[in-house]
């Protein structure tokens, strides 16, 4: 009853000027929504993250020619000499490996009866859908027989698809490849965007290794049957970090490289440059935290010198409560209601703002949205937190009133 | 000893505050006893001291020294909780302001002592009905303050004293904004409470009001001056009607 009397005291307090309630609310609802944000954002790219580590797998190294280095100078992936088939099947080999797929590729311009589509085709082993968690949509992917005899087959990715074919039902079809015709055997299920910035996944081509090599890439002069890269999982219960290092001593006498010289191949370990990217968001992810920590600070203060105001005005109304009967404790709670209240409500509408706001950055990253109970409960109690923190100085101020001197008051 | 103890019993009470460098005296040593069933008026100048006495009796203030009991409880040991639990039990006030709240109904402002009262109240409704058709505006419920006339708001404050069947109802000037027909309403309105046998104490500086009273308190510079039985006009007439003599 006491508190059901001050709720609707607070209610009545607030209604009485909506305007200024509002204004007192602004610093709050600023603080929730950079606190709503903050969260989701931090949310949404962990589960970017957590995704495109599982749709690469965390457990994936890809080694790549050259060194980062050589001679002071910095030297891009895969600028040396090419790896080879049978250092592919030397890596599949290794018991700490469960499987290991080399590929190449080059652009290419596909050609369809309807379309042109300017993409990428790459020439891989069987093992290659495996490695990077390619599922099947329509159709089969290629075997180890169809790379062995060079088959002009391919699969392609959907936005390939859908651009190629615009009708649609693109198993079965012909398409021309640079000049080489090949047939579509399968379409691959959508992985979306990643890899980096802008980077479609599902705009691909893949064809078996050997067809690729002869008939659109070429052969390297140094290295026969060659590939570009060579990507491995490493199996379960082995350490990816012992793994790496292992496959790079072994790469080492593969490669001859002596004792002492640089390596000329890197090993990348995609779920660890994940993190490290993450780490910009997290800087981001800062930097609205502390919006947000000094806005619900600086709405806090607003809050207290509202409710100050609000006590003073309403002193004659307090010693009044005082002298019917009211104690000194149902005046507080009468005021921390009310501050409460206003906090509250700046939260809700702050929330409401937040919600659009995490939505909007989800749209603009292509995250996937992520308001969890979590960062609502947060948000609302960060705001309820200030209520109560802010509010309860002027609410002790007015519970210590005199009921005499609040009474004379005017 | 047959006489039962009074209801309001004050010893030697004396009230000094200080403003700035000056000590004033509001009370110099005042005692007092005041039965049940009384309807006591006190008068004075401004500055005599009435006020602070009614402060109190009403528990709103403590004293500088002396006892008061009231209802059988001596004040000074009592905390502010205490206090404010007694004013909510055993005293009803009524102001000269009124002091209603401006943003509630007249059924509202006659509950807000229930909502304070520590024990459970079974049917808060009813009760602060039943003080409105007391104070006859049971057809003027849900208006606000603004909404009635000054008589009919001290009427609502009147119902909002009563509404926890004090013992002691404190009106402190409670005709003090009211015309002379509404002041009469008003008087007659706490005559016949205090015939159902409420405590009626009343400070007032108008000795027309102070007629309806029983019992006259002056106050001259913070003692009292004198302190008179008196018959109150609503009983002349009754007493002049029964020995006939012409009114």
Request: glycine letters at 10%; hydrophobic letters at 45%; aromatic letters at 6%.
């Amino acid at each position: 009853m006491r508190v059901g009397v001050a709720w609707a005291s607070a209610v009545e307090a607030l209604m009485s000027n909506v305007l200024r309630s509002l204004l007192t609310m602004l610093g709050i609802i600023i603080g929730v929504a950079s606190v709503m944000v903050m969260m989701s954002i931090g949310e949404g790219a962990k589960a970017q993250i957590d995704a495109q580590i599982a749709s690469v797998g965390a457990n994936m190294l890809t080694l790549n020619p050259g060194g980062f280095r050589r001679g002071g100078r910095s030297q891009g992936f895969g600028s040396g000499k090419p790896f080879s088939e049978a250092d592919v099947a030397f890596v599949g080999s290794q018991p700490y490996v469960e499987a290991a797929t080399g590929y190449l590729s080059g652009s290419v311009t596909a050609v369809s009866e309807s379309a042109n589509w300017p993409t990428s085709v790459t020439g891989a082993d069987a093992n290659y859908f495996e490695v990077n968690n390619w599922t099947i949509k329509e159709g089969r992917v290629f075997t180890d027989q169809d790379v062995q005899r060079g088959a002009s087959v391919a699969v392609i990715g959907q936005t390939t698809a859908t651009n190629l074919f615009p009708n649609g039902d693109p198993v079965g079809q012909r398409i021309r490849l640079n000049s080489v015709p090949v047939e579509i055997i399968g379409v691959l299920e959508a992985k979306g965007q990643g890899g980096g910035p802008g980077q479609d996944r599902d705009d691909t081509i893949i064809a078996p290794l050997s067809m690729v090599r002869n008939r659109i890439v070429g052969g390297n002069r140094q290295v026969a049957r060659h590939v570009q890269r060579i990507q491995f999982l490493v199996a379960d219960g082995y350490d990816i970090l012992e793994a790496q290092d292992e496959i790079a001593q072994s790469m080492r006498e593969r490669r001859k490289v002596s004792p002492g010289e640089d390596d000329n191949f890197t090993i990348f370990n995609f779920a660890d440059m994940i993190k490290q990217r993450s780490a910009q968001t997290q800087t981001m992810s800062m930097l609205l935290a502390f919006t947000a920590a000094v806005s619900l600070i600086v709405g806090g203060v607003g809050v207290m010198n509202i409710m100050l105001v609000s006590v003073t005005e309403r002193t004659r109304e307090i010693g009044l409560r005082m002298a019917i009967g009211a104690r000194g404790g149902d005046i507080l709670v009468q005021f921390l209601v009310e501050a409460l209240l206003l906090c509250s409500l700046g939260g809700v509408i702050g929330m409401t703002i937040g919600w659009i706001g995490s939505f909007g950055f989800a749209q603009f990253a292509g995250w996937p949205m992520s308001v969890s109970p979590v960062i609502i409960g947060t948000a609302l109690g960060a705001a309820a937190a200030v209520g109560l923190i802010f509010g309860f100085f002027p609410a002790r101020r007015a519970a210590k009133l005199d009921p005499i001197q609040a009474l004379r008051h005017d | 000893m047959a006489s039962p103890p009074p209801l309001i019993s004050c010893r030697n009470l004396t009230k000094t505050y200080r403003m700035g460098d000056l000590e004033v005296h509001a009370l110099r040593g005042v005692s007092l006893d005041i039965n049940a069933g009384e309807f006591v008026a006190i008068m004075g100048p401004s500055g005599s001291g009435k006020s602070t006495l009614m402060n109190l009796i009403g528990a709103l203030d403590r004293p500088t020294s002396g006892e008061m009991w009231i209802n059988g409880r001596e004040l000074s040991a009592m905390t502010r909780d205490e206090l404010a639990d007694l004013r909510n039990e055993t005293l009803g006030f009524v102001f000269q302001q009124f002091n209603l709240l401006s943003r509630q109904d007249a059924l509202s402002n006659v509950k807000l002592p229930l909502r304070y009262a520590r024990k459970e109240i079974a049917d808060i409704d009813a009760r602060a009905r039943e003080c409105l058709e007391l104070v006859k505006l049971g057809d003027r419920m849900d208006h606000r303050p603004m909404q009635l006339s000054g008589g009919q708001q001290q009427r609502v404050a009147i119902a909002r004293a009563l509404v926890n069947r004090p013992k002691i109802l404190l009106a402190d000037e409670p005709t003090g904004a009211l015309d002379t027909r509404t002041t009469v309403e008003i008087m007659d309105l706490l005559t016949e409470l205090n015939r159902q046998g409420i405590t009626v104490i009343l400070v007032t500086h108008e000795p027309e009001v102070a007629d309806y009273a029983t019992r006259q308190i002056f106050f001259r510079d913070g003692q009292l001056e004198s302190d008179t039985p008196h018959t109150p006009l609503s009983r002349q007439a009754e007493t002049d009607a029964q020995s006939g003599v012409p009114a």
